[in-house]
């Protein structure tokens, strides 16, 4: 199964090392679903994980930040703008639908459209459900 994970679900992950975003952060380490990306979400993954101000051990940031270079699947975006409450989160969308991932993960799902059938925009707690069933 591919999904997208939105950068304030891995923030959330290597911040709290028992929580929901964690466990999210081990089974992909594990290969449980495969994790697209575009170069636009790994920038700001980049930006908002490593290199801004935060809490997180730098050697925890470069660890996830490694892992994904190496693990994910990086695709091309192509899809169509605008469908997104809050613009910053259009590359989460367009890496779905580009990459044909079967969930969104994020904290914000009220800024994502509910109407897709291809795409699920889900919280931990649901993505975990799917993985676990």
Request: aromatic letters at 10%.
């Given at each position: 199964?591919?999904?997208?994970i939105d950068t304030?679900?891995?923030?959330?992950?290597?911040?709290?090392?028992?929580?929901?975003?964690?466990?999210?952060?081990?089974?992909?380490?594990?290969?449980?679903?495969?994790?697209?990306?575009?170069?636009?979400?790994?920038?700001?993954?980049?930006?908002?994980?490593?290199l801004f101000d935060?809490?997180?051990?730098?050697?925890?940031?470069?660890?996830?930040?490694?892992?994904?270079?190496?693990?994910?699947?990086?695709?091309?975006?192509?899809?169509?703008?605008?469908?997104?409450?809050?613009?910053?989160?259009?590359?989460?969308?367009?890496?779905?639908?580009?990459?044909?991932?079967?969930?969104?993960?994020?904290?914000?799902?009220?800024?994502?459209?509910?109407?897709?059938?291809?795409?699920?925009?889900?919280?931990?707690r649901e993505f975990?459900?799917?993985?676990?069933?």
């Amino acid at each position: 199964m591919r999904a997208v994970i939105d950068t304030n679900i891995f923030f959330a992950g290597l911040l709290n090392l028992e929580g929901g975003a964690a466990k999210i952060i081990k089974y992909f380490r594990d290969g449980e679903f495969e994790l697209v990306i575009t170069h636009e979400v790994f920038d700001e993954y980049l930006r908002v994980i490593h290199l801004f101000d935060n809490d997180i051990p730098p050697d925890k940031s470069e660890e996830l930040l490694e892992l994904i270079f190496e693990k994910a699947v990086k695709i091309e975006s192509a899809s169509p703008k605008g469908l997104c409450k809050d613009p910053d989160d259009e590359k989460f969308l367009s890496a779905a639908i580009s990459g044909k991932a079967r969930y969104i993960v994020t904290k914000n799902k009220k800024d994502f459209p509910h109407n897709l059938s291809a795409v699920k925009i889900a919280n931990v707690r649901e993505f975990l459900n799917g993985l676990e069933e």
